[in-house]
């Protein structure tokens, strides 16, 4: 029996599974943000003149409103769209004829917008035509099988007007609090070189998103240069070019390359790349990872279907790895190793001192810092007992990992190295209220544990924590009461020790 060919079909409930997507807001956001450049850059000339001539700029005004299941607005006073390019940007996968800019594969607006909200409407004027068109997307309409869109127009527009107005409704979820500030700087970061060259004003709520290079100052070497160099190379005949640079004051957040296509950034800044190969394992938190910092442009590279990163094919993203890693050496080992001409050896050098200094400032003006300060409640001292007694007891029976006694004051130290403990246990525990000895537990599956590098980094956590318990154990003897500042002294006797044994081996 002759069998029919089987063909593979999509269905209209697809539409259903965009908001599935790995989005987020500010990419999704991105996506319609992409169409009204684009629709600028391929008109400039008609559009340059028609924004000349009444007065006005390039303006892309978003409006967000979570009230009433949701509002979100993008509107723009680009080329506009006639009615057969309407019904060209409404098919599914239609890529548009120049898909070297930024509008690339004819998914962007429809996965989206659905993936925002399930209704959402577009209205448009071109430049030079009299009909102003509105159709509406109804998800759940489409996807029950109706894909007969809304459609009406408006004649006897004048012909100067130009614009295109989308607006999306029934929203899938709601943007509050950190992620309005994290859509309006993923923003204006990815649209940097728009901003940079006054070429588009994007609008958040009617205020305009900026964009300043100074907030990422270079170093300056003594012969009063900065670091900051450009750089080009290929792989496999695709060209790559950038620059690289190294920040006199800066973060975690600052630094790391900001990958751009199309002058657009796909991944940047505040969530920049960290190539292995340059800034270790997962950006391990040193002075390369807070101060190297970069743009790196793979025009030639394709970007993914959210255009939130690179397509990497094969082994490209090593050699491309592999290469910048080659160009930035010498800016590498600046970060690692500068020093001032009157900086003695021995120490942090001054950089690493505003490394610090800069990363813990922004740690302490963090609005998760002022929730730990403002929400946090303090526990009452028996149920502190009650939570770390379990913890003491533990270690009873196990072999300290270090261990050290005072005949002099019959006093012996104990430190032992939790293993096994849960990432919410405290970071340290100390048992001070015994005569003879005082036990310091340090949880390695805290967090911070994780941050630590190299030995000097380990041995100066040990150091605090030790120095810590044995200080409280001291002021436990010498004291009725344990005073803070007391606790403070004493441990300050301790941390000069070391030097102290150095200078007299």
Same mark, same amino acid.
């Given at each position: 029996?002759?069998?029919?060919?089987?063909?593979?079909?999509?269905?209209?409930?697809?539409?259903?599974?965009?908001?599935?997507?790995?989005?987020?807001?500010?990419?999704?956001i991105?996506?319609?943000?992409?169409?009204?450049t684009?629709?600028?850059?391929?008109?400039?000339?008609?559009?340059?003149?028609?924004?000349?001539?009444?007065?006005?700029?390039?303006t892309?005004g978003?409006?967000?409103d979570?009230?009433?299941?949701g509002?979100?607005?993008?509107?723009?006073?680009?080329?506009?769209?006639s009615?057969?390019?309407?019904?060209?940007?409404?098919?599914?996968?239609?890529?548009?004829?120049?898909?070297?800019?930024?509008s690339?594969?004819?998914?962007?607006?429809?996965?989206?917008?659905?993936?925002?909200?399930?209704?959402?409407?577009?209205?448009?004027?071109?430049?030079?035509?009299?009909?102003?068109?509105?159709?509406?997307?109804d998800?759940?309409?489409?996807?029950?099988?109706?894909?007969?869109?809304?459609?009406?127009?408006?004649?006897?527009?004048?012909?100067?007007?130009?614009?295109?107005v989308?607006?999306?409704?029934?929203?899938?979820?709601?943007?509050?609090?950190?992620?309005?500030g994290?859509?309006?700087?993923?923003?204006?970061?990815?649209?940097?070189?728009?901003?940079?060259?006054?070429?588009?004003?994007?609008?958040?709520?009617?205020?305009?998103?900026?964009?300043?290079?100074?907030?990422f100052?270079?170093?300056?070497?003594q012969?009063?240069?900065?670091?900051?160099?450009?750089?080009?190379?290929?792989?496999?005949?695709?060209?790559v070019?950038? &620059?690289?640079?190294?920040l006199?004051?800066?973060?975690?957040?600052?630094?790391?390359?900001?990958?751009?296509?199309?002058?657009?950034?796909?991944?940047g800044?505040?969530?920049?790349?960290?190539?292995e190969?340059?800034?270790?394992f997962?950006?391990?938190?040193?002075?390369?990872?807070?101060?190297?910092?970069?743009?790196?442009?793979?025009d030639?590279?394709?970007?993914?279907?959210?255009?939130?990163?690179?397509? &990497?094919?094969?082994? %490209?993203?090593?050699?491309?790895e592999k290469?910048?890693?080659q160009?930035?050496?010498?800016?590498?080992?600046?970060?690692?190793?500068?020093?001032?001409?009157?900086?003695?050896?021995g120490g942090?050098?001054?950089?690493?001192?505003?490394?610090?200094?800069?990363?813990?400032?922004?740690?302490?003006?963090?609005?998760?810092?002022?929730?730990?300060?403002?929400?946090? %409640?303090?526990?009452?001292?028996?149920?502190v007992?009650?939570?770390?007694?379990?913890?003491i007891?533990?270690?009873?029976?196990?072999?300290?990992?270090?261990r050290?006694?005072l005949?002099a004051?019959?006093?012996?130290?104990?430190?032992?190295?939790?293993?096994?403990?849960?990432?919410?246990?405290?970071?340290?525990?100390?048992?001070?209220?015994?005569?003879?000895r005082?036990?310091?537990?340090?949880?390695?599956?805290?967090?911070? &544990?994780?941050?630590?590098?190299?030995?000097?980094?380990?041995?100066?956590?040990?150091?605090?924590?030790?120095? $810590?318990?044995?200080? %409280? &154990?001291?002021?436990?003897?010498?004291?009725?009461?344990? $005073?803070?500042?007391?606790?403070?002294i004493?441990?300050?006797?301790?941390?000069?020790?070391?030097?102290?044994?150095?200078?007299?081996?």
């Amino acid at each position: 029996m002759a069998m029919s060919p089987i063909q593979l079909q999509l269905g209209l409930e697809v539409i259903q599974s965009y908001r599935r997507l790995s989005y987020t807001a500010w990419h999704a956001i991105a996506e319609l943000v992409d169409n009204s450049t684009q629709s600028y850059f391929d008109n400039r000339v008609e559009l340059d003149g028609a924004l000349s001539a009444s007065q006005e700029e390039l303006t892309i005004g978003i409006v967000y409103d979570p009230s009433d299941g949701g509002l979100l607005r993008v509107s723009d006073n680009a080329m506009g769209m006639s009615y057969d390019e309407l019904v060209n940007a409404l098919r599914v996968g239609f890529a548009p004829e120049n898909t070297s800019g930024r509008s690339k594969y004819g998914m962007g607006m429809k996965t989206a917008s659905c993936w925002i909200g399930n209704k959402w409407t577009v209205r448009t004027k071109k430049l030079g035509e009299v009909v102003e068109h509105n159709i509406t997307v109804d998800v759940n309409k489409i996807a029950s099988g109706d894909n007969d869109l809304k459609h009406f127009s408006e004649e006897g527009k004048r012909k100067t007007d130009h614009y295109t107005v989308i607006e999306i409704k029934e929203h899938n979820q709601v943007f509050r609090g950190r992620t309005i500030g994290k859509i309006k700087d993923f923003l204006r970061s990815i649209y940097r070189q728009d901003l940079r060259k006054n070429s588009v004003v994007i609008q958040w709520q009617g205020n305009a998103l900026e964009w300043s290079d100074n907030d990422f100052p270079f170093l300056e070497a003594q012969d009063g240069t900065t670091y900051k160099k450009d750089f080009q190379f290929t792989v496999y005949d695709k060209k790559v070019k950038g &620059w690289v640079g190294v920040l006199s004051r800066g973060t975690r957040s600052k630094a790391g390359f900001s990958i751009l296509n199309a002058d657009r950034v796909v991944r940047g800044w505040p969530e920049s790349w960290r190539p292995e190969r340059i800034y270790g394992f997962q950006g391990r938190n040193d002075l390369i990872n807070q101060r190297l910092v970069g743009e790196i442009y793979l025009d030639d590279f394709e970007v993914s279907h959210t255009k939130d990163d690179i397509l &990497w094919y094969g082994d %490209e993203q090593e050699e491309v790895e592999k290469q910048l890693e080659q160009k930035c050496a010498d800016y590498v080992d600046v970060a690692r190793r500068y020093r001032k001409k009157d900086e003695a050896e021995g120490g942090p050098t001054e950089l690493e001192v505003q490394a610090a200094i800069d990363e813990l400032q922004e740690e302490l003006s963090s609005p998760e810092f002022g929730d730990l300060i403002s929400l946090e %409640e303090v526990p009452p001292p028996q149920a502190v007992s009650s939570a770390l007694q379990p913890l003491i007891q533990t270690v009873n029976s196990s072999e300290p990992a270090f261990r050290a006694k005072l005949q002099a004051v019959q006093f012996e130290i104990l430190g032992f190295l939790l293993n096994d403990s849960s990432p919410n246990d405290p970071y340290v525990v100390v048992e001070a209220t015994k005569e003879t000895r005082v036990l310091i537990i340090v949880n390695t599956q805290h967090p911070h &544990w994780g941050q630590l590098t190299g030995i000097e980094g380990v041995l100066n956590y040990l150091r605090h924590c030790t120095y $810590d318990g044995i200080a %409280e &154990w001291q002021a436990r003897r010498k004291l009725a009461s344990l $005073d803070p500042d007391t606790i403070k002294i004493l441990k300050d006797r301790m941390l000069r020790l070391p030097l102290e044994i150095q200078t007299l081996a």
